[in-house]
């Protein structure tokens, strides 16, 4: 088996015009994961597709990562070859550790950004839900869920909020001190945008909600304490507030300049949403102001700092987690051998007790435990050796020998 593998597409390699065209949104997850199973007969795979980047990881016996980047360009009705200039190829270890550093936050936009890690569970649920999360799986993100859990508890990476949602309200605070209560006219209600209102929420805005679904908007009104207004009602919203954040999942832009009053006073417009929902093209009309996702930066210098500190003590968590699932896969490999030994082993001594049918029962009893106890003593060694030769990356020559000496597979190919 080739083993684990990534492709890889982010804000690193990748403006925001390349990633827009390959994210994942609702349903289109599950379908694309489903037809890849099929399409490759692959046993495990993990999408994770936000704003910031799209990246698949999967178990094969072959590499299939120029196919798989082919695969999602005629998904997207997109150009294989345009999109190969982009995407990062990684294998086996380097896969395992890079999906560390983007669950922990090392990868993210916002350093240490704290919405990943919710954002890589529902990706490895959407894949345990379509039978797409093996043994390997399974344990590698368990795995990773622990180190975050240290990586809150032992460092500072987490320190401060500094997710893209806070960096948001904090240019709008920049934007609008002069003003004594700015409004705000907040659309769309998924995850950046219920984070987004949650931290507006602390400062001294009159907010407006607006959402497809008003039911969905009047929700959080209730709960938040503000305005809604109909989602058909755009043009006067935007003529009505000082600010405007589009948080919307469209695969075309719902803000455009016809939308836009001309001269009109100076307006801020911030598009959290990729694909973007807010036409670039706005930003050229007098009096508007927009930024986008690569737009927005770090909150103060003074958290970037900090959290720039951390890095070597997450990395080091990294490494440590890493090598305990190092140790388990590498248990994994030889246990079907140890096992296959048990049962052999266990095989013969139950043949030559059943030679002994006149005995009594207490007779009986005294053999099964003593033969046990010798088949223990027996194993031991054998069992004890090959662990050693896994750690010096000789276990497949000493696999090899005991498959000879007792015949394992074929006692295997009998048993069935």
Partial sequence: MVGFQAISLSHENAPIEIRETVSFEGDEVSTFLLQLKEVFLIKEALLISTCNRT???????VEISNEIIGFIASFKALSKERLLRYFRKLNTREAA?????????????????????????????SSADLELAGTFLHRLMHTIFYANKRVVQETTLRTGSSSIASVAVELIKHFVIKLDRPSVALIG?????????????????????VNRTRSKAEKFATAYHVNVKDFTNLKEIISEHDVVISAVSTK?????????????????????????????????????????????????????????????AVEAI?????????????????????????????????????????????????LEIATKNMIQKVIKLPVLQLKAARKRGE??????????????????INKR
């Fill in 252 to 312: 075309v832009p719902i803000i455009s300049d016809d939308l836009i009053v001309k001269d009109t006073t100076h307006k801020l417009f911030i598009d959290l949403s990729v694909p973007r929902s807010i036409d670039p093209a706005i930003d050229h009309i007098p009096g508007v102001s927009l930024f986008n996702v690569d737009q927005l930066t770090e909150k103060t210098l003074k958290i970037k700092s900090i959290r720039e500190k951390s890095i070597p």
């Fill in 97 to 125: 550790r890079h999906l560390f550093r983007v669950a922990l936050g090392l990868e993210s936009k916002v350093l240490g950004d704290f919405q990943i890690s919710n954002q890589i569970k529902r990706a490895y649920q």
């Fill in 189 to 209: 209600l998924g995850e950046i945008g219920q984070n987004t209102l949650e931290n507006l929420d602390k400062e001294n805005l009159k907010i407006t909600l």
């Fill in 395 to 412: 276990a497949d020559t000493l696999v090899g020998v005991l498959n000879d000496l007792f015949d394992l597979e074929q006692q295997e």
């Fill in 55 to 61: 990246e698949v990881y999967y178990s094969s016996d």
């Fill in 318 to 366: 990294i490494e440590d987690a890493l090598f305990g699932f190092d140790e388990w896969k590498s248990e994994m490999e030889v246990s079907p051998t140890i096992q296959r030994l048990k049962k052999t082993l266990d095989l013969i001594r139950k043949e030559e007790l059943a030679r002994y049918s006149k005995i009594s029962t207490s007779e009986r009893k005294l």
